[in-house]
């Protein structure tokens, strides 16, 4: 099958001149900039979605494991470099349309309540957020509803209160998996069914295949940005779409309070984007790096009077976890559909530990990297006999973790992880859990710097304008026409996925954030 194109949808802009104007420029088009675009889509604003990259194509490559993980088919972003050693390496983004959701595991939870509020953890505390878990409620409704959550309310002991149950039924245990729930609770613990999004509704488009967690769906079955929010957002007409631009840098007025245009560079051409209003949705780090960039009339970048632009960056400690059982081949092919949080919240003087999920099936090619001097057959033999899963404990901010931009213009992160404790604690546990459940072969690999897909904090939300980057509603202290939409302004990580909440959030700051 040759690469194809999904069909070109309306609203796609192709300028014809050195300026582009709207009303809203959103920069990124991830998860909270189409998200955003969406919740805007009736608003009577000309919204312009801006994006670096294209469509990521259908092709017959998107379901092939060696061509996703092997070759690295679509990863298509920059190098960036560790600050602490000044190596060069390949972050775990993704430049198109829908960003990072094109190859997400859809595994869509909501923050527990207790993650609003200050955590105490072994080694420090995470920030409390500048609202509560209800102010953001009625908009995880509604994300779940606009993403197709499947899930099942109830089981989870650490969920928080909802106002409606999940949208849809939960997608259903294979049966090794269903096997390793009864063994989980025969161990006195609670597994869930993991909130994911894909189009398993009546009629829908998934087929529930090997290929979804870390791949493209072929099907445009999978609950991404693009699919699920931008696409019905550009079928308004009141949103248009801007692919393969590059922001550079914000460009400021005199007093230095607002943003007059965005600097880009348009399919190698160079471009000004004017409005009313910008939304940054570029991801943490991107975000981060393009207000350091815009050095107007401060040389410590736009938004940045409190000098926290980029700092206390955080990625979840986490670790891929491969138990193995040699007598017993498994069959499953849809992995990805249980969770625990038994040890999520307080543990004594571990403190939190974090969350424990099933990964999308291992395959050999997949597993290479976990186990790069592995021979072939007995990744193989290694992949048909394991259950895999995926442990994620919070990074705490720490404003020595940070992003900053080189002379040369090029990404450095700098990042030691904090609260690496308790997460060997829950490698720990997990590892007896897995073998009381009849799994004797356990084996762990800890994620380095080049994993970046959880990332957040590094334009924190606050009150205090010396403190903080943004207000409670995202909008920037410094610039009374900007805001951001992705996890930037996240104060503190939490332990589950954070798309979800970043979608929310997006929803919130179109209702209540002055956008409209």
């Known amino acids: 099958m040759n690469a194809t194109y999904p069909p070109e949808p309306p609203g796609l802009l192709r300028p014809d001149g050195p300026e582009v104007d709207c009303d809203i420029a959103v920069i990124g088009a991830g998860m909270g900039g189409a998200t955003l675009a969406y919740a805007l889509r009736d608003s009577g604003a000309r919204v312009l979605v801006v994006e670096r990259g294209d469509f990521l194509p259908r092709e017959a490559a998107n379901w092939s494991p060696h061509a996703v993980f092997t070759e690295k088919r679509y990863r298509n972003a920059e190098p960036w470099y560790d600050a602490d050693t000044g190596r060069r390496f390949q972050p775990g983004v993704h430049y198109y349309v829908g960003g990072n959701t094109k190859v997400f595991g859809a595994t869509l939870p909501r923050f527990r309540e207790a993650d609003f509020g200050p955590v105490e953890h072994a080694e420090g505390v995470s920030r409390a957020w500048p609202f509560p878990y209800a102010e953001l409620e009625p908009y995880y409704a509604a994300a779940e509803r606009l993403y197709r959550v499947h899930g099942t309310a109830g089981q989870d002991p650490t969920e928080p209160w909802r106002s409606a149950g999940f949208p849809y039924p939960a997608v259903p245990h294979e049966p090794a998996v269903a096997e390793l729930a009864d063994a989980l609770r025969a161990q006195g613990l609670a597994p869930f069914d993991l909130p994911t999004g894909i189009d398993l509704r009546p009629g829908g488009a998934c087929v529930r295949c090997a290929t979804c967690d870390g791949f493209p769906c072929l099907l445009g079955a999978k609950s991404d940005a693009d699919v699920c929010a931008l696409r019905p957002a550009l079928a308004s007409g009141n949103v248009s779409l801007l692919t393969r631009t590059v922001v550079t840098g914000l ?48 040389p410590e970048g736009e938004a940045n009077s409190s000098g926290q632009v980029g700092r206390n960056y955080m990625v979840h400690n986490s670790t891929f976890l491969v138990a193995v059982d040699p007598r017993r081949p498994s069959e499953t092919v849809f992995q990805k559909t249980l969770g625990l949080n038994d040890w999520y919240l307080a543990n004594g003087a571990h403190g939190p530990l974090g969350n424990v999920q099933t990964l999308g099936k291992l395959q050999p090619a997949t597993a290479r990297g976990l186990h790069p001097r592995l021979p072939g057959p007995a990744l193989g033999f290694l992949t048909r006999h394991s259950v895999d899963l995926y442990l994620t404990s919070e990074d705490l901010p720490a404003p020595g973790n940070r992003v900053t931009v080189g002379p040369d213009g090029a990404i450095r992160v700098g990042r030691r992880p904090v609260n690496l404790t308790p997460h060997r604690e829950l490698v ?60 930037s302004w996240f104060p503190s990580s939490a332990a589950v996925n954070p798309g979800l909440t970043i979608a929310a959030n997006a929803l919130r700051v179109a209702e209540k954030g002055g956008l409209r």
């Open 428 to 487: 720990r546990r997990t590892a007896r859990m897995m073998r009381r459940a009849g799994y004797p072969l356990v084996s762990a690999r800890h994620m380095g710097i080049d994993v970046t897909s959880h990332q957040c904090g590094t334009a924190v939300a606050g009150t205090d304008p010396a403190t903080s980057v943004v207000d409670p509603d995202c909008k920037a202290h410094d610039l009374a026409n900007l805001w951001i939409a992705d996890s």
């Open 251 to 298: 460009l400021t007025d005199a007093p230095g309070r607002r943003v007059t245009a965005a600097a880009a560079r348009h399919a190698g051409t160079e471009l000004r984007i004017r409005a009313d209003r910008y939304v940054l949705a570029c991801g943490a780090v991107n975000t981060a790096a393009l207000l350091l960039r815009s050095r107007n009339r401060r």
